[in-house]
């Protein structure tokens, strides 16, 4: 079955600066790769995802890049803000008619130093 | 729409106690799963379901079992609870789309549940 692991397990960065997480999969299967982030006592909510048919996406600070040959995709988070602090999670998922089951990484604990 | 709903919130149970952890949701979803959250661990797939009448095991299926008579319900239940399912267990939902887009799995709130 897919494995995913995740590095760092926590990362503390300076407010306004960027913060990496890097991810790697070990099924080259697999399709799909969201990444979540999860404050204090919440669920798990999707920040963004990219399919296996693209190399790169941005949304705002937010952006993920995918290299299939390395099996491995990471999250970067620039101008960081408090808010950003929280476990952010990546997965992934092999999808033909949906997506029923993600494996996850180990999670990343970011802490914003203001 | 009230998305993915869970209950209880919270739970304490017994070594040997038995229950059953509710979830359902409202947007028609085809496709269910639940996850469990412990530390240091991410989240691990328990069971999934594609559709009413079909479930399959995931990554840690042993002392749970669920059913899915229903679109909107898929409930986890926990045959003889051990101190090992202390943890968070969570439900999430998503289409069926053909994998063109929208693979977002929707997650609930989550039941906390603690076995002594």
């Known amino acids: 079955g897919e494995n995913v692991e995740q590095h760092p397990s926590t990362l503390s960065v300076q407010e306004g600066d960027s913060a990496v997480i890097k991810c790697t999969y070990s099924d080259s299967a697999s399709n799909y790769f969201p990444w979540y982030k999860q404050e204090l006592g919440k669920r798990p909510q999707l920040i963004i995802d990219?399919?296996?048919?693209?190399g790169e996406k941005k949304d705002q600070r937010i952006a993920v890049t995918l290299n299939k040959t390395a099996k491995h995709f990471s999250l970067h988070i620039t101008e960081t803000q408090p808010e950003d602090s929280a476990v952010y999670f990546c997965a992934a998922a092999l999808t033909n008619f949906g997506n029923e089951k993600l494996t996850f990484g180990t999670g990343t604990r970011l802490t914003i130093i203001p | 729409n009230a998305g993915v709903t869970q209950t209880p919130k919270f739970q304490v149970l017994k070594t040997g106690q038995s229950m059953t952890l509710q979830c359902a949701q409202d947007m028609n979803h085809e496709y269910m799963s639940w996850y469990r959250q412990d530390p240091g661990m991410g989240l691990r797939l328990i069971h999934y379901s594609v559709g009413a009448g079909i479930t399959d095991q995931g990554e840690v299926p042993n002392g749970y079992n669920v059913s899915r008579s229903t679109t909107e319900d898929f409930p986890l239940r926990l045959l003889s609870a051990a101190p090992s399912q202390t943890s968070v267990y969570f439900c999430?939902?998503?289409?069926?789309?053909?994998?063109?887009?929208?693979?977002?799995?929707?997650f609930g709130p989550g039941t906390r549940l603690t076995v002594l």
């Open positions: 999430a939902s998503s289409y069926a789309d053909l994998g063109t887009g929208g693979d977002e799995q929707f």
């Open positions: 990219i399919r296996s048919n693209v």
